[in-house]
């Protein structure tokens, strides 16, 4: 748990109550901890399951006593024995918010969503609309290039080749740059209740992932090696957003690799959770540089010397998808020595 985290217990977990959840899901720097309710069929204990959070269906509260990490108890229903239970129950540092309080918090998270979702698809409209102009012009510029390099207008001196084949590689990174702006735009836009979940296994996304790199790392001699397991490896998630996400880690996994070098990806298992790891050996990333490599458009200085082509929005894409499907992302690297970055998500029970 990070520093800022505030960790929320809820109490009641009916409609109200999976309104509350729904909205303090969306919210950075929250932790929902407990979700308790005595019916173990009401809608917020499933979402609560799904998310990997602890619950509580037999209408005790034991654990509200002893975990003083928990800050705030919401109780979103108005029994008054409930209330008294909780009260009862509760760790004395903690704050405790009763129905008509809970109902203000969702009214106010229902708000803040509505007006964040109508900034966000204004923003990807616009954004469609722009990269569409820029798009065709782009791709124009491409194809007369490969006429020239194709060698149809004649001949071409070797320093104009070189120049020629700059502008190339220049138009293929603007247009990668632009699908992965148009991406995190549209990826803002989703909501993560709409998200198309099913049981994924995770080892098959690794492989496919491993597949669309090895080419591009077997070009700089850099092998890729996905680890062996023999774990379980079921997720539910969105297939295709979980394949962009590894992809994305890959693909850096490599850019960031010196020639020839080593890249490994593993898939753990431990405690109903699942791990991916991405780990290269690299040319790392300073440590005043980690707390904004998830921030869209940022790149740490080696990065910009080493790979000139880069957007700075790879990451900020992966951190998108870890947030919509509450995966845990994190990273740890040393400058010249190499990265791992690892996605932690809820282990889906086998079918
Ligand atoms: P890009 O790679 O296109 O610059 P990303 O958003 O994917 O954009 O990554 C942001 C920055 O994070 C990179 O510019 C680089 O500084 C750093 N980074 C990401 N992955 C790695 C890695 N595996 N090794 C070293 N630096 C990395």
């Keep these: 748990m990070g520093q800022d985290t505030d960790v929320i217990a809820l109490v009641g977990a009916g409609d109200q109550g999976l309104e509350v959840l729904r909205g ?7 932790e929902v901890r407990y979700v308790f309710d005595p019916d ?7 979402l609560a399951r799904e998310n990997g959070i602890r619950c509580r269906v037999d209408g005790r509260f034991d654990e509200l006593a002893g975990d003083a990490e928990v800050g ?37 998270l229902a708000e803040i969503a509505d007006v964040d979702a109508r900034a966000n698809v204004e923003k990807a409209r616009y954004l469609r609309q ?17 006429v020239i390099l194709g060698g149809y207008t004649g001949e071409i001196p070797e320093r104009t080749r070189d120049v020629v084949e700059k502008i190339h590689s220049r138009c293929d990174a603007a247009l990668a740059a632009l699908a992965k702006r148009r991406m995190l735009a549209d990826l803002r836009c989703v909501d993560p209740d709409a998200l198309e979940m099913s049981p994924v296994h995770l080892g098959e996304v690794i ?23 023999d774990a379980p490896d079921l997720v539910r998630c969105d297939r295709t957003q979980l394949l962009a996400m590894t992809g994305e880690l890959l693909e850096n996994a490599v850019v960031y690799s ?7 990806v593993a898939l753990a298992s431990r405690h109903g959770r699942l791990t991916l790891s991405v780990r290269d050996r690299g040319i790392g990333i300073p440590e005043r540089c980690l707390p904004r490599i998830f921030d869209e458009d940022y790149r740490a ?6 790979h000139q082509d880069g957007a700075g929005l790879g990451l900020a894409i992966a951190r998108e998808i870890a947030g919509l499907h509450r995966f845990d992302l994190s990273v740890e690297s ?5 990265s791992v970055f690892t996605a932690t998500m809820p282990a889906a029970p086998a079918s």
Excluded: M, W
């Design 334 to 338: 040393e400058e010249g020595r190499g």
């Design 40 to 46: 173990p069929a009401a809608p917020g204990i499933t």
């Design 72 to 108: 705030l108890v919401l109780v979103t229903g108005g029994d008054p024995d409930v209330l008294a239970a909780v009260e009862a129950a509760r760790h004395p540092d903690s704050c405790l918010i009763g129905a008509a309080g809970a109902r203000f918090v969702a009214r106010l």
């Design 301 to 306: 200085d080696p990065a910009v010397k080493h």
């Design 24 to 30: 303090l899901l969306r919210v950075p720097g929250v």
């Design 130 to 146: 722009a990269s569409h102009q820029v798009k065709s012009p782009l791709s124009s510029i491409q194809t007369y290039v490969n």
């Design 207 to 229: 492989d496919e992932a491993v597949g669309r790199y090895a080419e591009a790392a077997a070009a700089r001699g850099i092998e890729i090696r996905a680890l062996p397991h």
């Design 258 to 264: 010196r020639d020839g070098g080593l890249v490994e």
